[in-house]
């Protein structure tokens, strides 16, 4: 809404936090559920660190958007770690890990790359923020639900 058409920078980090969260979510329960909780317990360890050291120095140097850049760079310390160990767990090889990513990966860089398409398209022909908003929805709509349909019936990951 209106609270943050000055800041886009932010919303775009908050994004990226949530992205690489969501990447690492599954981390946890896995390390939990192999008897080793400790693997998780450094997993947050290394997040608070990096929190801890990056943010106060972001927040103070560039504000609101830094500091979520900061908390941003700590999920990603975390989610590197995460993938680290629990390719050691199940011995996989690095092929293996990113062959299971890329499905993910390249339905929301379709999925971002046609919302941009359709919003700029919508923008030249439609005035209003309302109905380009709710365009760019539909097609994300769209495009979220055939990728999980593809993904449910094989043809992607």
């Known amino acids: ?60 140097k560039g504000g609101a958007t830094a500091f979520a850049g900061a908390v941003a760079v700590a999920h990603l310390a975390g989610l590197a770690y995460c993938l680290v160990v629990a390719r050691r767990i199940v011995s996989a090889r690095r092929r293996e890990v990113l062959r299971a990513l890329m499905p993910g990966a390249a339905l929301g860089g379709a999925a971002l790359a046609l919302g941009a398409v359709a919003r700029a398209g919508v923008e030249s022909v439609a005035p209003g923020e309302p109905f380009v908003v709710g365009a760019v929805l539909a097609v994300s709509g769209i495009l979220a639900a055939a990728g999980g349909l593809a993904i449910k019936r094989g043809v992607v990951g």
């Not at 969501?22 to 192999?34: D, E, I, K, V």
């Not at 400790?38 to 660190?49: C, G, K």
């Open 1 to 60: 809404g209106e609270k943050y058409t000055g800041s886009p920078g932010l919303v775009s980090m908050i994004a990226v936090v949530g992205l690489v969260s969501s990447l690492a979510s599954c981390c946890g329960p896995m390390f939990w559920g192999l008897g080793r909780p400790q693997l998780d317990r450094w997993s947050i360890a290394i997040r608070l660190v990096v929190i801890a050291g990056l943010a106060p120095i972001a927040a103070w």
